[in-house]
Antibody, heavy 119, light 112 residues
Framework: EVHLVESGGGLVQPGGSLSLSCAAS????????MHWVRQAPGEGLVLVSR????????NNADSVKGRFSISRDNAKNTVSLQMDSLRVDDTALYYC????????????WGQGILVTVSS | DIVMTQTPLSSPVTLGQSASISCRSD???????????LSWLQQRPGQPPRLLIY???NRFSGVPDRFSGSGAGTDFTLKISRVEAEDVGIYYC?????????FGQGTKLEIK
């Protein structure tokens, strides 16, 4: 069974940094794209960042370019999101999401981790 | 970015009846590889989203056949037959044809 467990969230001041981590199990992690999707309180879903299976290629949404960085450790089955220069509007529930294997898209979601940016 | 627009934003349905949700993209979702990467997700209250349908009409693992998807190009529909109480939640369409993958604003399904 696919499991994705996020950690590292919390309260941070504007301009601060935070690092999220996602521990994956139940599948061959090194074969899959991984994504971070966020959901602001009461709002919809926004793809933030993605990384290819071997970690050599990443994409970030324009809203986080230059501030967020995604990485992965295939030996430890983890994917991380380093978030710098955080803004109040980065406040959201951050989901770790697996890329689909046989089509372009996403399939399994973690439970999410809350990031609150506030002074 | 591709803009996804869902209608209605709220859909009150009687238990046992059907519900339909529309999703329109502002450009074609037909990929150069010939597939169309339009998915539907369900988010029950307090839960993370769950994949229901991928590539317009393919049900994901474990999804009941009460859920069906259709459409092509820029217009897509999710139909839920024989609505049950557990179907309450917010439904999102999502395109993955072009990065960034983008989502509709969500349709809230509630029981009358």
């Amino acid at each position: 069974e696919v499991h994705l467990v996020e950690s590292g969230g919390g309260l941070v001041q504007p301009g601060g940094s935070l690092s999220l981590s996602c521990a994956a199990s139940g599948f061959t992690f090194r074969n899959y794209w991984m994504h971070w999707v966020r959901q602001a309180p009461g709002e919809g879903l926004v793809l933030v960042s993605r990384i290819n299976p071997d970690g050599s290629y990443t994409n970030n949404a324009d809203s986080v370019k230059g501030r967020f960085s995604i990485s992965r450790d295939n030996a430890k089955n983890t994917v991380s999101l380093q978030m710098d220069s955080l803004r109040v509007d980065d406040t959201a529930l951050y989901y770790c999401v697996r890329g689909a294997s046989d089509w372009i898209g996403i399939d399994y979601w973690g439970q999410g981790i809350l990031v609150t940016v506030s002074s | 970015d591709i803009v996804m627009t869902q209608t209605p934003l709220s859909s009150p349905v009687t238990l046992g009846q059907s519900a339909s949700i529309s999703c329109r993209s502002d450009q074609s979702l037909l990929h150069s590889d010939g597939d169309t990467y339009l998915s539907w997700l369900q988010q029950r209250p307090g839960q993370p989203p769950r994949l229901l349908i991928y590539k317009i009409s393919n049900r994901f693992s474990g999804v009941p056949d009460r859920f069906s998807g259709s459409g092509a190009g820029t217009d897509f529909t999710l139909k839920i037959s024989r609505v049950e109480a557990e179907d309450v939640g917010i439904y999102y369409c999502m395109q993955a044809t072009q990065f960034p993958h983008t989502f509709g604003q969500g349709t809230k399904l509630e029981i009358k």
